[in-house]
């Protein structure tokens, strides 16, 4: 188990609910990022007393520090301080962000031989060869957050070995919209959109999880994270939320996954791994459970899973592309200037006209990364 952590995105659902593992297990939270929302920042700094603040927002942090002023915590600002956030105070950096945002933070917490805690899936989805490339060549420890990757970390570290795996079975539970047609879900509202039936999350992540692009990038990002190629990877609906994922074998065996829909679960096995600690979170009651049913995603329902899958097989800069112009896309629906289906469309447009092949390099990315985002907000369909 880490004995101190640095939370990218504090006050992001994820981020909040690390802290609260934290204070369960007694961790020290050394250093701490947001945003915009000083409040929150202000009343979690005053509580886990950490070192260091970074807020992003160069306006909200001079806020911050006015605010901070009677306490010797330090507040810093900006791509660098968020950077120094993820490196200079503690053990482990739980990467929360939201977005590519969290990239180079991560780059640079692998180079400084930190624990990362992932739950950052862009990173990965944006540039996984370069940054797994990276942990490798460092010796850098990288334990998903994810539900779904840690249960498939989980599964493949009881068995001990990764070379006998056949493919891995990636669960969803297919979100708020389970079942609809695309011609039922046009006038879909923001509320409508992040009112997830299991989980708890922040409002991007619920569209995301609305649209089915979360699974979508949650396939690209375990292609990278174990090392498979997409074909070895099975998305599967499972509207319980009870088996996180499973791991098939060579032999016919599968192990699974499975615990609550609770995010502390993957946070805290983030943080104690190796071991295993009793945070309060209680197993499933499996005599109440009734019956936990399995089906393939229809992709002519789902078309952004379609799309990302697609961007997994295609390599280069589409998936990067496809992120990026997604983040976008989601922004402007939850402010009602976009419609729920012209997520898909805008995004595939995008994918289309920008997308490069071969191996990118950072700077390629970041390019990739600001075009796609420049193409969604000059190009999106005005919604009436």
């Not at 679960?265 to 190796?274: D, G, R, S, T, W």
């Amino acid at each position: 188990m880490v004995n101190s952590i640095s939370v990218l995105g504090s006050t992001g659902s994820v981020g909040t609910q690390a802290l609260a593992v934290a204070e369960t297990l007694g961790i020290r939270v050394k250093a701490i990022s947001g945003n915009r929302n000083i409040t929150l920042l202000e009343q979690q700094a005053r509580k886990f007393k950490p070192e260091f603040v970074c807020v992003t927002d160069e306006s909200s942090a001079r806020q911050l520090r006015l605010a901070l002023a009677d306490t010797d915590i330090k507040v810093g600002s900006g791509m660098d301080a968020l950077t120094d956030c993820a490196v200079s105070y503690a053990e482990c950096v739980v990467t929360a962000v939201s977005g590519s945002v969290g990239l180079l933070p991560t780059l640079a917490a692998i180079d400084a031989g930190r624990r990362i805690a992932l739950a950052n899936k862009e990173t990965l989805v944006c540039g996984g060869e370069l940054v797994m490339a990276r942990a490798h060549e460092k010796g850098a420890e990288i334990l998903p957050v994810d539900s779904e990757h840690s249960a498939i970390f989980q599964c493949l570290e009881a068995q001990g070995s990764s070379r006998s795996l056949r493919r891995l079975l990636l669960t969803g539970s297919g979100g708020p919209f389970r079942g609809k047609a695309r011609s039922e879900l046009e006038d879909v509202t923001p509320e409508q959109a992040v009112a997830h039936p299991n989980w708890s999350m922040g409002a991007k992540i619920s569209v995301d999880s609305a649209t089915m692009m979360n699974k979508g990038l949650e396939f690209i990002e375990a292609m990278h994270l174990f090392g498979v190629s997409p074909d070895e990877i099975k998305v599967l609906i499972h509207p319980q939320s009870i088996v996180h994922s499973m791991v098939e074998f060579i032999d016919g065996s599968v192990i699974a996954q499975l615990g609550v829909a609770d995010m502390r679960l993957p946070i805290q096995h983030a943080l104690c791994y190796p071991e295993r600690r009793d945070g309060g979170i209680p197993a499933p009651d499996f005599a109440g459970l009734g019956e936990l049913s399995f089906s393939e995603p229809d992709f002519d329902k789902v078309p952004c899973l379609a799309l990302a899958m697609d961007c997994a097989r295609r390599g280069g800069t589409a998936a990067a592309v496809m992120s990026a112009a997604n983040e976008a896309a989601v922004a402007l629906f939850l402010a009602k200037k976009l419609s729920f289906n012209g997520i898909y469309d805008i995004v595939a447009q995008a994918v289309e006209a920008l997308s490069s092949d071969g191996t990118p390099s950072l700077s390629e990315l970041q390019n990739a990364d600001k075009s796609a985002r420049s193409f969604v907000n000059e190009r999106y369909p005005r919604k009436i």
